[in-house]
């Protein structure tokens, strides 16, 4: 069990205020919708909310107007939620919102299926680490070319570009669903999907979504990867106890960490990629030197730790999510423990 860092307060953690919520709209997408918010992504620049609202429909929201509605004062909540009535405006172009001046439009899609994993992807390096040079066949993308993959329930993966909400890619190889996405943070539009089919799967969206590779080693459902900040290491993981770290310029396995009791269900790098964290649900997240293939930090959501059997098996503190903070000093995690 983690202790706080000095500089949190754990009492104050409760403290932690509500300042609103997205609510999705009852009408008219009940026949297509459970309600269900089944996952959400940030655009890399912050500009867009991505959110799955149901089986089908993703909503792209300008970021900038859910802060406008979540307005705090003086540490005071706003009671004022993002509601339907703010989220359910329509026209006849095809859902797409006609936005304030100066404001991104908004976007209902309809993706056809069950949507799994929602990733944005940009041609503006987030780290200009590694040299990129991008040649367009089909498209003709500027420097600021913002695109949203879905991952979907028969296996697909549709690119839509987010600044008009058209389809521009149909991506069709994985044979079961399509459970995460992830690009390359190099700006590179390299495409990884990782899938109930055991495998993860390699998209070059540069050359019109052609399939690069197929990285296979998996033994079962792959849940999650996660490239490091350099693009140069690719994390997955899924049901199984170890975590595979895959080499992206040779598409070759590097080495499988093991110390997990449980199948490990999310992982990220640190910002600086110096750390790796993975989430399983045998109730801890690891905390790794991914270099070295070591145990740095164990961070456990029951104290004291549980015993392996227990660990291994049906337990209320399956850990479902991991997430390092942008100053790449504090972790946090999603648990069944609540």
């Known amino acids: 069990m983690a202790s706080f860092p000095d500089s949190v307060n754990e009492n104050d953690i409760g403290k932690a205020k509500f300042i609103g919520e997205l ?14 918010a089944w996952t959400v992504a940030f655009a890399p620049n912050g500009s867009y909310f991505a959110w799955s609202q149901g089986h089908r429909i993703v909503r792209l929201i300008p970021w900038t107007k859910c ?12 009671t004022n939620a993002l509601s339907p009535r703010h989220l359910s405006r329509q026209s006849s172009n095809g859902g797409q919102v006609v936005p304030a001046a100066g404001q991104p439009p908004e976007h209902t899609i309809d993706c056809g299926d069950i949507v799994w994993g929602l990733a944005f992807g940009s041609s503006v390096p987030e780290k200009h680490s590694r040299c990129v040079n991008i040649e367009w066949h089909r498209f003709k993308f500027g420097q600021d070319q913002l695109l949203l993959a879905t991952g979907l329930n028969n296996g697909r993966i549709k690119i839509w570009d987010v600044y008009t909400g058209k389809l521009l890619l149909n991506l069709m190889d994985h ?3 399509v459970r995460d996405l992830t690009f390359a943070p190099d700006g590179s539009l390299m495409l990884v999907s990782a899938s109930r089919d055991k495998t993860l799967r390699v ?3 540069k050359d019109d979504g052609n399939m690069v590779k197929v990285l296979r080693g998996h033994q079962n459902w792959v849940y999650c990867s996660s490239f490091s900040p350099d693009s140069s290491i690719l994390c997955s993981v899924g049901a199984g106890k170890s975590v595979f770290l895959w080499n992206m310029d040779k598409f070759t396995l590097i080495r499988k960490l093991e110390g997990h009791h449980h199948d490990v269900v999310s992982c ?11 989430a399983s649900y045998d109730t801890r997240v690891i905390v790794w030197d991914h270099h070295k293939a070591t145990v740095l930090l164990e961070l456990g959501h029951l104290f004291p730790p549980p015993s392996p059997i227990f660990a291994g098996g049906a337990n209320d503190r399956w850990v479902r999510s991991v997430s390092f903070c942008p100053d790449g000093r504090h972790i946090a995690s999603v648990t069944d423990d609540r």
Not at 268 to 278: C, I, V, Y
Request: hydrophobic content about 35%; glycine content about 6%.
């Open 268 to 278: 990220e790098f640190s910002p600086d990629g110096a750390l790796l964290a993975t």
């Open 23 to 36: 609510l999705v709209p009852v009408a008219p997408f009940d026949q297509k919708s459970g309600r269900e």
């Open 203 to 205: 998209w070059d969206l």
């Open 175 to 177: 044979t079961d669903v």
């Open 67 to 78: 802060l406008n509605s979540f307005s705090v004062d003086h540490g005071e909540e706003d």
